[in-house]
């Protein structure tokens, strides 16, 4: 552990994002209010009389406005489109404002069923449906804006503790019980209230006599790899040492959530939980340090649970510079940038990646930075599947690929081929998923089977984001550019290895059926030709591993002079293509193989339409007057039959070759032009 | 010609020598020429005066042509000489086969000069010299490193067994090519096998050159072709039966599914072929032979350590200069034991999907490519002429294909054919060559004409040659 620590010593990879959303902080005047479903904080001076000012994830969701001092405000949020605004003063009831741009801003209010019950909160769960959460149940209504009266959808009666929500699946959960532990998931869809089945959080300590040990704050709800789960943070006590950990419960629509996974903290204290990219970061206050699980990474598993340690030694978000706020009375700090205090007890966390420090009025995203993360997994097949999970990884995959290819940091050759064939992997379901998008329209499976959340984008181009944006894709020439590139620029890597690898990468893409590019062909023979492994370029050909193609055949016939056989294999790659007939006489014909060239036109049936000017140039080049004898006579025949007459046609321009013949051999010898 | 004479003596070994002009120029000291002569129980009188005569003969030669002479024609005895070094001779006489022949009543000896092909000596005697050079080293490296003493003993030691395993009787065109049989395989399998030998590689960083065999046919080899020509014929002639024999006697106590290490069993297949029999026995190294190659450099020494797993055998050559020590092996062996026994069955799952080969075919042929060695015949049941009457054509056919050869050999042409009948009519032999690579198709068809033959060797040369670019 000492070790690990050393290790991750000022190594940050959790940071805050660099320009936070900032706002009035807390004060006796301001109340501050974050809405969890439209991501909007709410600084309401003076109960709306001084003014609110909303600030949301963009120039869209800001907003200015003031209103009426009613009372002191508990709630308040935005319906999705911002038209309504809906207020909670009072645990009896929630007041609505229309807030279209023509509308009175008159407040209309909806109140609670039943004398004794009180609001415990309220959530927009679609465009204009709210849902009331009370200690007696819950109420669904739909808000008519134009009438300005709610309709009740539903109601579910049963004695609640406090809720969760999600609005990322519109699930809510409800607790109920003397200890809090009874869960009642709820999901919103379409004017629809899906009961699911409600399930018992485990406890460590049933205190006597019971009391609500199960709290709010231990509660998240986090969409991990597109499954919903349930995290819960449990203290208990291991070898009489208090200890944490955060129990996943898998939540499920037929059957009641089921415990999967446990994220052991081995620490204990006050935790909160946030999710960047399917990573659960867990943060520590007493450590003042973050860990991260990525439920994808290792894990042991005892057959129904899985149990995971934090993916790399725990380390603290990195630092960060604010500005003071301007402290009355002392007016020369103002301004002054200094390191905020991380891990403040002001900070609040919000689902899924959102931290608030409301004293200071800041808002800002977690960001996960891969870079860090790349010197604390030594294992780099672990390492390579961790990234190939991130968003935006691709270049920290091929810088990572790249060092494994140096000498100073090269990996074994086992390790190589695992990350070849997770990359190809990849690689492979992308090309799958590319073709299957061009056949049918997709119908992604939903997140929570039917449970399909309220998301702005449509289905199509949330696949297509999964597709591009979540995994990264390392094609051939991102490899070839990045990674393979190495080999020529660099001047200490043994060939064998040079050669070892790139076999890997070829037998890796074979093996999903990739069709391997030109360029690996030719770094391979490059570097084969390099090192005058002449039989083993040939051994290769000769089982096809080097894929045949009209350039590659060039690319050994250019070989020819360093090793003669390359000849050959490049005139049988060439016969094999089908389509190089041309080539293949060039080929012949450059090499005197006169007779040869002929045997072949006549295999391929081309005779008739070779150029005769052509072979006959060749044959006078090869100073054989028999040679050329043989290659006029054979053109003169083929003359007879096209056009019964022996001459050569004038666009043939074989009129020198003509005198040539005749030079030779005497006019006599000519055919003569009429044959009698 | 065939069936007359039943009772042909065979072709045998009459003598074989090695000398060096150089080494004894005064006279009286001719002796000191002679580095090697077989039999050794010859008088020295006898071995000086086929030393001088051979000396003579080249020397006369020499003013005639500037190619060394190669052979020497005489009625009971065949010649061949060779130069492999500067300096260095070795001559090979094999003797004429005869017959008892009746004339007019009065039986003489008959010698049928035609049943000995230059052509197949010539490649038995080079062949023999390339062998010795495998084990040895080259005569000029010895002599670097000891004196003409120290060649003479090798030549002795290596000799002595070498020319008793010879076959003169059964040698043939497959002498001419001492071609390699190469292994069928898709790209895939044949990947996975690179990969495998890319990690022994760079696993065992002594193992500088490998080479995969899968039965007797070649697969991979980081040996430079003409290293791995020779070695694959050791391999395939003498190393591999022997140790099959051995196998199908029991011999081997030791059988790696009981247990190698001591630990869990890692039951595999692996067995060191060269090399400790057993791995439970740490003082037993066995026997490992050293070779010598020139693929990296000139005469380099390396072991020779053979482990096979099922059919298939890793060929590993290791620094000669390498001190094995036994845990070397025991590595090696849970390394390759488990994927070459994997390795092994994939393959050997691909050649059981193959179908069968359908009946007797009514040709036979001989294939062979100059340019990667590579050969194939189904004229030999078993190409590497293990057991004897394994060729399925007469005699004189064989020498036939010798013949075409020769002529073939001899011809400026790159491309080249020659049809042939025999006396009797019953064989057709046809020879072809395009470019680098050459065939020879045995068609036993009595009736058949010139065109249909011709019209034969042309279905068959489309049907078995679409991959590669063979005209005809």
């Known amino acids: 552990m000492a070790e690990a620590d050393s290790k991750s010593a000022g190594v940050h990879y959790v940071q805050l994002s660099k320009h936070p959303i900032r706002f009035e902080p807390v004060s006796q005047l301001t109340n501050v209010f974050f809405d969890e479903t439209n991501k909007q904080v709410f600084a309401v001076q003076s109960q709306g009389a001084m003014g609110v000012v909303v600030k949301g994830p963009d120039d869209k969701t800001n907003i200015n406005f003031r209103m009426e001092d009613r009372g002191e405000v508990i709630s308040i949020k935005f319906s999705y489109d911002m038209s309504v605004l809906a207020i909670q003063r009072s645990q009896k009831s929630v007041e609505f404002m229309n807030f279209t741009e023509h509308s009175d801003r008159v407040e209309y209010s909806q109140s609670c069923r039943g004398k004794t019950t009180n609001i415990i909160g309220f959530h927009w769960t679609a465009l204009n449906e709210i849902v009331f959460v009370t200690d007696h149940g819950i109420e669904y209504y739909q808000v008519i804006p134009e009438k300005k009266t709610l309709k009740c959808l539903k109601n579910q009666s049963g004695q609640v503790n406090w809720f969760v929500w999600s609005p990322e699946s519109a699930v809510m959960l409800l607790s109920s019980g003397p200890l809090g532990n009874i869960i009642n998931p709820f999901h919103f869809k379409s004017g629809q209230l899906y009961k699911l089945p409600k399930f018992e959080v485990d406890l460590p300590v049933i205190p006597k006599p019971p009391k609500l040990v199960l709290h709010e704050r231990d509660v998240t709800m986090a969409q991990i790899y597109g499954v919903l789960y349930i995290c819960v943070l449990r203290h208990h006590t291991v070898a009489g040492k208090l200890t944490a950990e955060i129990v996943l419960y898998h939540l499920q629509r037929e059957n009641p959530a089921r415990r999967s996974c446990v994220l052991r903290l081995n620490m204990s204290g006050r935790f909160a939980v946030n999710l960047v990219d399917n990573i659960i970061i867990v943060h520590h206050q007493a450590s003042k340090t973050s860990m991260l699980f990525d439920i994808k990474s290792g894990g042991e598993s005892d057959g129904y649970v899985t149990f995971y340690d934090p993916l790399v030694p725990a380390s603290p978000i990195r630092p960060f510079m604010i500005r003071a706020p301007s402290i009355p009375g002392q007016p020369g700090a103002d301004g002054q940038k200094h390191e905020l205090e991380l891990y403040s007890p002001n900070w609040i966390v919000f689902q899924p990646n959102i931290l608030i420090d409301a004293k200071l009025g800041y808002m800002w995203y977690l960001k996960l930075s891969l870079e860090p993360i790349v010197s604390l997994i030594d294992d780099k097949v672990k390492l390579i599947d961790f990234l190939l999970r991130r968003k935006d990884s691709k270049m920290v995959i091929l810088k990572v690929c790249k060092q494994m290819m140096l000498p100073d940091s090269q990996a074994s050759l086992p390790v190589i081929a695992q990350v070849f064939d997770l990359l190809n992997a990849g690689y492979r379901e992308y090309l799958d998923k590319e073709i299957q998008a061009q056949v049918v329209v997709p119908s992604l499976g939903s997140i929570l089977d039917h449970l399909v959340p309220y998301t702005g984008a449509s289905e199509s181009t949330q696949a297509m984001d999964n597709l591009r944006g979540r995994k990264a894709i390392i094609d051939q020439s991102d490899m070839y550019t990045h990674v393979l590139s190495v080999f020529g620029d660099s001047k200490n890597i043994h060939f064998k290895f040079i050669v070892a690898t790139l076999v890997e990468y070829i037998r890796s893409l074979n093996q999903v059926f990739i069709p391997v590019q030109h360029y690996l062909y030719e770094l391979v023979i490059n570097t084969l030709v390099h090192h005058h492994c002449f039989y083993q370029l040939h051994q290769f050909l000769q089982y096809h591993v080097l894929s045949d193609s009209k350039p590659l055949a060039c690319l050994l016939l250019s070989l020819e002079s360093v090793y003669a056989p390359a000849h050959q294999l490049a005139l049988d790659m060439l016969k094999r293509l089908n389509t190089a007939n041309e080539e293949i006489i060039e080929v012949l014909l450059s090499k005197h193989q006169l007779l040869s060239a002929l045997r072949f036109i006549r295999s391929v049936g081309v005779v008739d339409t070779v150029s005769a000017r052509k072979f006959l140039e060749a044959a006078k080049q090869t100073g054989d007057s028999m040679l050329f004898y043989t290659v006029y006579k054979f053109f003169e025949q083929r003359n007879i039959r096209m056009r019964q007459v022996s001459k050569f046609a004038p666009g043939e321009h074989c009129e020198p070759y003509v005198k040539y013949f005749e030079g030779l051999f005497g006019a006599d010898a000519l055919m003569p032009s009429v044959p009698s | ?472």
């Open chain 2, 1 to 472: 010609m065939t069936g007359k004479s039943p009772e042909k003596t065979p072709v045998s070994l009459v003598n074989f020598f090695v000398f060096n002009s150089e080494y004894g120029p005064r006279e009286g000291e001719e002796e000191k020429k002679i580095l090697y002569y077989y039999p050794p129980n010859t008088e020295l009188d006898k071995k000086i005066k086929d030393v001088g005569l051979c000396e003579a003969i080249i020397k006369f030669t020499e003013t005639f042509s500037d190619n060394p002479c190669e052979a020497m024609h005489a009625q009971k005895t065949r010649q061949v000489f060779h130069q492999p070094e500067k300096d260095f001779w070795m001559v090979l006489t094999v003797s004429i086969p005869s017959s008892e022949k009746e004339k007019d009543g009065q039986s003489y000896m008959e010698f049928h000069e035609d049943d000995v092909q230059d052509s197949v000596f010539d490649a038995v005697l080079k062949q023999a010299y390339r062998m010795f050079k495998l084990f040895m080293g080259s005569f000029q490296h010895i002599l670097e490193k000891g004196t003409a003493q120290n060649l003479k003993q090798r030549l002795d030691h290596f000799f002595s067994r070498y020319l008793q395993t010879l076959k003169l009787n059964q040698s043939d065109i497959l002498d001419v090519y001492c071609g390699i049989h190469f292994l069928p395989l898709d790209k895939n399998t044949y990947l996975k096998i690179q990969c495998l030998i890319n990690l022994l590689e760079a696993t065992f960083l002594q193992v500088k050159y490998t080479a995969f065999l899968y039965n007797d046919q070649l697969v991979w080899s980081g040996l430079e072709q003409d290293d791995m020509r020779y070695m694959y014929k050791y391999l395939t002639t003498s190393l591999f039966p022997a140790y099959m024999e051995q196998e199908l006697q029991g011999g081997s106590p030791y059988s790696s599914s009981t247990n190698v290490t001591g630990g869990p069993s890692t039951s595999h297949y692996g067995k060191f072929v060269t090399g400790p029999p057993s791995l439970t026995e740490p003082q037993n190294f066995g026997k490992i032979p050293r070779i010598f190659v020139n693929t990296g450099r000139p005469d380099e020494e390396c072991h020779l350590l053979v482990y096979r797993a099922l059919s298939a055998t890793v060929c590993m050559l290791i620094e000669g200069s390498f001190q094995i020590p036994f845990d070397f092996f025991k590595s090696l062996d849970s390394f390759l034991g488990p994927q070459l026994s994997s390795l092994a069955s994939d393959i050997g799952e691909q050649y059981a999907r193959r179908p069968p080969s359908t009946a007797e075919p009514l040709f036979k042929y001989v294939y062979f490519n100059y340019m990667n060695l590579a050969q194939k015949t189904t004229i030999h049941a078993d190409s590497n002429k293990k057991t004897a009457g394994s060729v399925s054509v007469p005699p004189d056919i064989m020498r036939l294909i010798g013949d075409i050869n020769a002529d073939i050999s001899r011809s400026s042409n790159d491309d080249n054919e020659t049809i042939a009948r025999t006396q009797t009519g019953d064989y057709w032999v046809v020879g072809k060559k395009s470019d680098q690579r050459e065939f020879y198709v045995v068609i036993n068809q009595k009736n058949a004409n010139l065109i249909e033959i011709n019209e034969e060797v042309k279905k068959l040369c489309t049907s078995h040659f679409s991959n590669i670019f063979f005209l005809d």
